[in-house]
Nanobody
Framework: QVQLVESGGGSVQAGGSLTLSCAASGPISRPYCMGWFRQSPGKEREGVGYIDSDSDSSIPDRVKGRFTISRENTKKIVYLQMNSLKPEDTAMYYC?????????????????WGNGTLVTVSS
């Protein structure tokens, strides 16, 4: 069973930065996609970064220019670097993983999810 553990959340003032980490363990075969999502109360979950096992990545327009996704191949760790944070970035951030390249996984869904890490941005 694949397990995902997020870390790095916390409280930060607007304009600040945080780096989230997601450590994956268990059997996951290449190719695979890992993504970061967020959800705040009353809002739908939304993706904020994706990267596959070949390190091809994409950042949705909603956070492009402020968020960066990267991975450490040998340790199956994915990072989400968040800069210029805004109060509206406040949310629970989740890591997810699924088989296939990200274009496919984003369309058909992620198989595994972490428990999330909370990010709070104050004005």
């Amino acid at each position: 069973q694949v397990q995902l553990v997020e870390s790095g959340g916390g409280s930060v003032q607007a304009g600040g930065s945080l780096t989230l980490s997601c450590a994956a363990s268990g059997p996951i075969s290449r190719p695979y996609c890992m993504g970061w999502f967020r959800q705040s109360p009353g809002k739908e979950r939304e993706g904020v970064g994706y990267i596959d096992s070949d390190s091809d990545s994409s950042i949705p327009d909603r956070v492009k220019g402020r968020f960066t996704i990267s991975r450490e191949n040998t340790k199956k760790i994915v990072y989400l670097q968040m800069n210029s944070l805004k109060p509206e970035d406040t949310a629970m951030y989740y890591c997810a993983a699924g088989g296939g390249y990200c274009a496919t996984t984003i369309t058909y869904g992620f198989d595994y999810w972490g428990n999330g890490t909370l990010v709070t941005v104050s004005s």
